[in-house]
């Protein structure tokens, strides 16, 4: 049986690039596929594999000091949902522009993050604090467009890179003494952009302990969250439930939908909402019109050559 673990720890590492052949060779050696990131403030991986395998990797992960507290999330799936297993040792663990700048970590996590609550211990906020509670979509845009927690604020990011200017944009400054709850997929890019939102005058920030993964493990789609949740592998897309709300629409006819598919110009990086009758259609594959022009524009020069 096989499975895909989802995982990150801040930590202070004094030597990445060892800790990066450690992780590669021991991936390796249990046949393992994903992504693993390694930086001076710890470990961010997604990996596949059979369980024992799992198993065995979580074990031997857990022997480094500072990784001993690293908390496994596992999702259906397996090895076979990513092409190969990347390690790569990087400036940062999540790819904000300059954000290892914005924070420090010692080996209890992010120094000056928000506030980390449980499933549960939302709901009791929510409940407590009704309107004056604000849910922050931690991810970027089009994530947001197939699956978010109910009535949250979602920022106009395109790419990580762009929070940054998000934040010291005037547009959030009628929110800044409210209680700010901020998610996103497994709980990493939280612990950063809650940091950067404390920084910049949000008062009161949370941060859901496990992200959207723990609270879906927790509640399904009976809570606060609706639609599918989108991941970034040969899955695509997440669902927590057999009632998941589809609340993404067609970029073209506007049907509900949760289906992504890449740009059919290979060089696009975006991706296409769309629905499956419209995806039958090659002409609509395409991030922009702009888009398959340049495509319709290669297959020219290729037919002359």
């Known amino acids: 049986m096989q499975k895909i673990l989802l995982y990150y720890k801040f930590t202070p590492l004094t030597d990445p690039e ?4 450690w992780q590669k060779t021991l991936t390796d050696s249990l046949n393992l596929r994903g992504r693993i ?18 198993k065995k990797y979580i074990k031997e992960t857990k022997k480094l000091e500072g990784f001993k507290g690293i908390v496994f999330k596992w999702s259906d799936g397996g090895r076979e949902d990513f092409p190969r297993m990347s390690v790569k040792h990087r400036r940062e663990l999540v790819g904000f522009q300059n954000s290892e700048d914005e924070f420090d970590v010692n080996m209890d996590g992010v120094i000056g993050g928000g506030t980390h609550l449980k499933p549960k211990a939302v709901h009791e906020l929510v409940e407590k604090y009704g309107d004056d509670v604000v849910f922050f979509d931690g991810r970027n845009e089009h994530e947001a467009r197939i699956g978010k927690f109910k009535d949250a604020i979602v920022p106009n990011t395109n790419t990580s890179r762009d929070f940054i200017a998000e934040l ?12 700010i709850v901020t998610y996103c997929t497994g709980g990493i890019r939280c612990e950063v952009i809650s940091a950067m939102m ?23 789609d009976d809570g606060l969250w609706e639609g599918s949740l989108r991941v970034f592998d040969n899955r695509m897309t997440v669902d927590f439930s057999d009632h998941a709300k589809t609340i993404g629409e067609c970029t073209h006819c506007k049907g509900k939908t949760s289906n992504f598919e890449n740009c059919a110009l290979a060089e696009c990086n975006d991706l296409v909402l769309i629905c499956e009758n419209c995806k039958e259609n090659p002409d609509l594959l395409f991030h922009t019109a702009e888009c398959k022009v340049r495509h319709e524009a290669k297959l020219g020069v290729v037919a002359s050559a």
């Open 18 to 21: 060892a800790v990066k052949l």
């Open 37 to 54: 990131l390694v930086s001076k403030h710890g470990l961010n991986g997604t990996v596949g594999g059979e369980m024992d395998d799992l």
């Open 168 to 179: 010291e944009s005037d547009k959030y400054d009628d929110i800044k003494d409210k209680k």
């Open 198 to 220: 404390k920084k910049r005058g949000f008062k009161d920030v949370y941060q859901i302990d496990g992200g959207i993964v723990k609270y879906g493990e927790a509640y399904g």
